[in-house]
């Protein structure tokens, strides 16, 4: 982290914590109102639940214990570190509440929902290896039968899961809604592109790139698997005639750097297949029948089958151990969600010589311990009296 990221995890966790305190407002004020139902402040309650929720747990897997703000110390700015046990005991009773109170369907497309609250559950579990709770969470999502993956049978179909002008569809669980308006659109979609590509209206950063030659990822993976073609473009962008860029998010009629109209996918259904059948797995330490069933519905569709019938791509249960298989997943988890914001912390619940070794293979390059967390910003060390910045800072800023 340089002079020039820093700002960025700072900003970050400003953010965060504006949300939050947002969320706090709507959980201290909305019991209060005097003409609204009890079943509504229950249920504006629990979204509200569901977004600090959602906040507290990308700052506690980033930064690991912090300052817990909720409704009670909303005007005190001196909050003592929590630990990160703490952390996950607030996000869990959060996420209980929001799955109780939440509705089947959102009032408006973006809304939390109770399989939103069951799907962040079930991440929370698979977080802290938590499997057993992890794959039955995951389940009743499976068996509600409120979800299906949309058909694929050519690269370009993905653009009904990925498009800039797709509203909602059948695999959406939560999303954080985008639409073609400056400033109320998928900003990084702008470090993927380069103008010459016209896959954005805006043009692009190209800052975020790989090579096709040296990039073991990209070479490893089938190119009969309709993601690959999907996801890259090749392009050079000034380093060669090897360069790859991502494409997943494009909207070539984007009308600004931050107008993109694709929505950032926080919950598909692939996300609960995929989560199924590793935490099956690890909670029994053996693939089952009903584990692979779901890592192969995805495979499937990544191939342009249909989703739910046997074909010919299909992973084999005698051919794999425990290791094996969660191994497979966590490869089929790389592909469905690259750019989707989850590797990095994908492999952090995996624990530091796993991630280490995936790296090291992928990239070559050594992970240093002390970029497994951001630093607490100066900012916050300096006006929360309650910390102590010799003891308080994470290692080795």
């Known amino acids: 982290l340089n002079s020039t990221n ?23 004020n909305a019991p209060k109102g005097a003409r609204i139902s009890q079943a509504d402040i229950a249920k504006y309650v629990a979204e509200a639940k569901f977004l600090r929720a959602y906040n507290y747990f990308w700052l506690v897997r980033n930064w690991g214990g912090v300052p817990i703000r909720t409704e009670a110390t909303l005007t005190e700015p001196n909050v003592k570190r929590s630990t990160a046990d703490e952390v996950y005991n607030l996000i869990i009773a959060d996420l209980k509440e929001a799955e109780t109170n939440l509705p089947d369907k959102g009032a408006q497309v973006g809304r939390a929902t109770k399989w939103a609250a069951k799907a962040a559950l079930a991440e929370v579990y698979f977080t802290r290896n938590q499997y057993a709770e992890a794959r039955d969470k995951a389940d009743e999502i499976i068996k509600s039968g409120q979800f299906s993956l949309v058909p694929v049978t050519v690269a370009a179909d993905f653009d009904k899961v990925f498009g800039p002008t797709v509203v909602t569809s059948p695999e959406e669980i939560f999303y954080l809604k985008m639409t073609r308006q400056n400033n109320l659109g998928m900003y990084l979609a702008m470090f993927a592109h380069h103008p010459g590509t016209r896959l954005h209206g805006a043009g692009g950063f190209f800052a975020h790139y790989t090579d096709s030659q040296t990039n073991p990822v990209y070479k490893n993976w089938d190119n009969n698997d309709l993601r690959k073609s999907y996801n890259w473009v090749n392009w050079n962008i000034g380093l060669g005639a090897n360069s790859m860029l991502c494409k997943k998010f494009s909207d070539a009629l984007a009308p600004s750097g931050t107008a993109a109209g694709n929505d950032f996918p926080i919950y598909r259904y692939t996300d609960v297949l995929l989560m199924y059948a590793e935490a099956a797995c690890r909670a029994g330490n053996a693939p089952t029948a009903a584990s692979m069933e779901a890592l192969n519905q995805v495979h499937r569709r990544a191939y342009g089958k249909p989703a739910t019938t046997p074909s010919t791509v299909d992973f084999k249960l005698a051919d794999y151990t425990a290791e094996t298989f969660n191994d497979l997943v966590l490869q089929e988890r790389g592909y469905e969600t690259q750019y989707e914001g989850k590797r990095w912390l994908d492999l952090k619940r995996l624990g530091t010589p796993k991630l280490k070794q995936i790296i090291k293979a992928a990239t070559g390059k050594d992970v240093a311990d002390k970029h497994l967390l951001w630093p607490i910003p100066v900012g916050e060390l300096n006006f929360n009296t309650t910390l102590d910045p010799s003891k308080d800072q994470n290692p080795g800023y």
């Open 6 to 28: 820093i700002p960025r995890t700072d900003e970050g966790w400003r953010l965060f914590y504006l949300s939050i305190r947002n969320a706090n407002l709507v959980i201290q």
